[in-house]
């Protein structure tokens, strides 16, 4: 059974940071491309970054190029968030979710880790 | 604003029919494949449909979806009270990589 469980969110000041991460098991994880998508409160999904299998190319939205770094460790089948320089209009919901070969599809997400900016 | 069009909500009672349209562009539906996803109130988004009109295993054949030219179509029959949820559409975007619909929330009086 295909399993993502992330967890590192929390309570962050304005400027502050914080490493999210998820655990994947159930599959090959070195085979998918995988995501990170977020969910501000009440606000619809919006995609934030995504990372390639070995980990070679990197995609992120625009608002958070230059803060946010997507990265993952295969031996360990882990996939991480590294978020710096946070704003209020980071608060969200954070889902990992595994892409779906030469497909534009997210087959299975993780519960999602709730990360709140504020002072 | 999402850069995929949905209504916001939509109704209507048990057992009926219900469709949810996603209007985009040729950036991204145009030229890709779409996908629905359906999260119910305080779950992570689940996969419904995917490439346009298929159904991963496990979800039930009243679940349909479309596609013409710029928009798509997700469909619903035999409602139930369980199908309340928010349901999303979502593409690639030649210029954006992901992107999603607004979101539509599906009442079942």
């Known amino acids: 059974e295909v399993q993502l469980v992330e967890s590192g969110g929390g309570l962050v000041q304005p400027g502050g940071s914080l490493r999210l991460s998820c655990a994947a098991s159930?599959?090959?994880?070195?085979?998918?491309?995988m995501s990170w998508v977020r969910q501000a409160p009440g606000k619809g999904l919006e995609w934030v970054a995504n990372?390639?299998?070995?980990?070679?190319?990197?995609y992120y939205v625009d608002s958070v190029k230059g803060r946010f770094t997507i990265s993952r460790d295969n031996a360990k089948n882990s996939l991480y968030l590294q978020m710096n320089s946070l704003r209020a209009e980071d608060t969200a919901v954070y889902y990992c979710?595994?892409?779906?070969?030469?497909?534009?599809?997210?087959?299975?997400w993780g519960q999602g880790t709730l990360v709140t900016v504020s002072s | 604003q999402s850069v995929l069009t949905q209504p916001p909500s939509v109704s209507a009672a048990p057992g009926q029919k219900v469709t949810i349209s996603c209007s985009g562009s040729?950036?991204?539906?145009?030229?890709?494949?779409v996908s629905w996803y359906q999260q119910l109130p305080g779950t992570a988004p689940k996969l419904l449909i995917y490439?346009?009109?298929k159904r991963p295993s496990g979800i039930p054949d009243r679940f349909s979806g479309s596609k013409s030219g710029t928009s798509a179509t997700l469909g619903i029959t035999g409602l139930q009270t369980g199908d309340e949820a928010d349901y999303y559409c979502?593409?690639?975007?030649?210029?954006?990589?992901?992107?999603f619909g607004g979101g539509t929330k599906l009442t079942v009086l």
């Open positions: 979710a595994r892409v779906v070969p030469y497909s534009s599809t997210f087959d299975y």
């Open positions: 159930g599959f090959t994880f070195s085979s998918y491309w």
């Open positions: 990372i390639k299998q070995d980990g070679s190319e990197k």
């Open positions: 040729s950036s991204n539906i145009g030229n890709n494949y």
């Open positions: 490439d346009n009109n």
């Open positions: 979502g593409t690639w975007d030649s210029s954006l990589f992901w992107v």
